[in-house]
Each structure stands twice: as C-alpha cells, then as structure tokens.
C-alpha cells in the first residue's frame, strides 16, 4: 500500500508538472494587448484610395487592406468635428455637445464642449495600460482660451503634436507641440509641409516608446489634415500627376465606378453627376488645364499620406511590431464641394499647391472623388 502511494505521488507530481508546464506554454503563447494606430484622412472621398477604385498611387494603404478588410457599409457623420467626437467618444456628436461648435453659450448640443463623464478612447486604454500619442489635427477643442480642458493632453494623451484646427500646410500657424507653441514652422524651414511632419512625429513616438515603454502596448490617433483644402502639396508631388486628369470628372467617375464593379467591392449603380457641376466638354481647353492642376494637387496630398503610411509601417517592422498592431485607416467625412478662401488668401498667380495658393476641390472633382455616391462633404443622407 505504501508502494502504491509513492507511486501514486510520484505520478501526481509528474501530471501536475506537466500541467504547469502547458499551462506556462499557454500564457506564453496568448498574444500581448495589441498596439492600435488610427490613421485619419480628412475630407478624403471614398473611391480616393487605389483600393476603393482610385488612380491615385496608394500602394501602402493598398497592401494594409489587401491584408484587412475594407469597409463598404461604416457610419461617420458628415462633418469633421462631430465625427471625431463620435470617434473618440463613442457617442453620438449631439451626446457630447459636438453637433457644431458654437460656443459655451450655445444651446446643449452644439456648446463644443465635450462634457468629461464622456470618457475618450486614450483615458480608457490607459486604464489598462496603454501608452497614448496623438499627432495632427484635433478639432475638438472649444472656442475659447487657448490652454484649457479640451485639449489632447488633458484628454487621455500622454504626448501630442497637433494643430488645433486646418491651416496653411507649408507654414501653419496654430500648432503644439504637447502644451508648447510652436513658431510657424515655414518662416525656418521653407520645405516644412504639414503631411510629412505629422509623419515625422507620429515616428518619432514610436521610437520614443520603443526606448522607454517597450514593456507597454500602445494607442496612436494620427489625424491628418490632407486632402481637406487648401489643396496645398509638395511641388514635385503635384509634378507627378499633372496632366493625369484631363480626361476630366465625367470620365473619372466612369473609370474609378469600373474599378470598383470589377473588383467586387461595389454591385451599385453609377450616380447622375451633381447637378451643380457641369459636362467636362463644355470647358475651354484653358479651363481644363487649370481643374487637371486642381485635381492633380488633391491626389499629390493623398499620395503624400500614402507615403507616411508606408514609412510607419517600416517603423513598427523594424520594432518587431507590426504583426500586434491594429491599423485603422478612415476618413472624417466624403470629399468637400466648398469654395472657401480663408487664413492667408490665394495670391493670384499662385503655383498649384504652394504656400502662397489657396483653392478648394469644388464640385466636379468632389463629385468624382465620391464616387459612386451623388453627394459631398456636409450631406447627411443614406
């Protein structure tokens, strides 16, 4: 009988260390939390990325969703601030005082203050563990002072470099660097451009979180401003697709409507063009020379984020990081219709897409941009 015990414990010991030992293998095995960037476009339309249909050379974007899943039916609102209180917030933009941003004396809804029992996404992921970096526009600031409670670092951010709202690409004026100022960054620097920057920043975390919080996983909300106008890019960008849309927006909604048919991602019909608009062939051929310079500036600024994408991506490789990484790629709202002419104006004679320029898509290359859909930036409909 004493045998049999001795045998029995030598047996239990064995069974309970192999227990151990699978049950060692399997915490091992169970992946870490994921790191979770968010890439945010800005007035970009839905068949603007190579993946939606698009002409426009996206090929970082392009491979992301060819290794993902693309979106066909995904709920935004109409608008750049309520879409990024909605994102942020999980809440609907009236929920939150975000519907528009009139001010704190506004009726309840449209105050632009976010009230702080509305928790965003930063202050939840920290909770459990999260580093949190913001880099590009935040547009969820109220008007008011400048330093206050509505702003990245008092939101959930550990560390944020952004514009409070769109401006000038090649020297912005309003723009952070956590709670500092800095100078317009244009007046040193005559290549800066906004795009390549947020870039820049948005890297320059994910070495500093590698060196310092290597043990943390991390959340990166990078909002772009591109393609929102003024349609302002790189002159050698521009330089690339000149000449690309002379065909005009008729036929490139015909074209990008193809691609999507063909590619299965898209079984709907064409819409009529906005009645706004008018037929391509009706232009002069000077007319025609300076909208192929517009729309050639829109898809230099898409181009220009498809490149930060790819050197992120690089970054996350080279941190052993990317197979745990969440990449979320989306735009705040469709492609904007607005002529508008703020900040430092358009100087006539202007170079397509430099500093002293200011131009907006407008309608016949916005309606092309959101194909196959009938409307633009600011219509809420289904």
């Not at 995904?74 to 994102?87: E, K, V």
């Amino acid at each position: 009988m004493l045998k049999l015990n001795q045998y029995s414990l030598v047996l239990i010991l064995v069974c309970f260390s192999v227990v151990l030992s699978l049950l060692s293998e399997m915490a091992s095995a169970q992946p870490a939390s994921p790191n979770i960037i968010v890439i945010l476009a800005d007035d970009m339309g839905f068949s603007d990325l190579g993946c939606y249909g698009s002409e426009i050379e996206t090929p970082n974007i392009d491979a992301l969703a060819a290794n993902g899943l693309k979106f066909t039916q995904f709920y935004n609102t109409a608008r750049c601030w309520p879409t990024r209180a909605a994102l942020m917030t999980g809440f609907y933009p009236h929920q939150v005082n975000m519907a528009m941003n009139f001010g704190p004396k506004a009726p309840a809804g449209y105050t632009g203050l976010i009230p702080p029992t509305a928790r965003m996404i930063p202050e939840l992921l920290k909770t459990v563990g999260y580093s949190t970096y913001h880099v590009g526009k935040w547009h969820l600031n109220s008007r008011g002072p400048l330093h206050n409670e509505t702003w990245p670092l008092a939101r959930g951010y550990d560390h944020s470099y952004f514009m409070l709202q769109q401006d000038n690409f090649h020297n912005p004026k309003l723009l952070f660097d956590d709670k500092q100022r800095i100078a317009r960054p244009g007046d040193q620097d005559p290549d800066y451009y906004v795009t390549t920057a947020f870039t820049n920043q948005a890297i320059r975390r994910l070495k500093e979180h590698q060196q310092h919080d290597s043990d943390k996983p991390f959340f990166l909300y990078l909002a772009h401003t591109a393609p929102h106008f003024p349609l302002h890019a790189k002159a050698e960008d521009v330089a690339k697709y000149l000449g690309k849309y002379r065909m005009g927006w008729d036929e490139l909604r015909i074209r990008r409507h193809q691609k999507q048919l063909d590619s299965g991602l898209l079984n709907c019909k064409l819409s009529e063009r906005d009645p706004a608009s008018v037929p391509w062939e009706t232009l002069t051929e000077e007319e025609q020379i300076k909208w192929d310079a517009r729309m050639a500036t829109y898809a230099a600024m898409i181009d220009r984020i498809d490149i930060g994408v790819g050197r992120i991506v690089e970054q996350l490789k080279a941190m052993n990081a990317f197979e745990n990484t969440l990449i979320f790629v989306l735009s705040d709202n469709g492609s904007s219709a607005e002529y508008i002419v703020r900040g430092d104006g358009h100087q006539p004679g202007a170079a397509p897409g430099s500093r002293e320029s200011y131009r907006c898509l407008e309608v016949g290359w916005s309606n092309a941009a959101n194909t196959p859909f009938r409307e633009h930036k600011m219509w809420t409909y289904e």
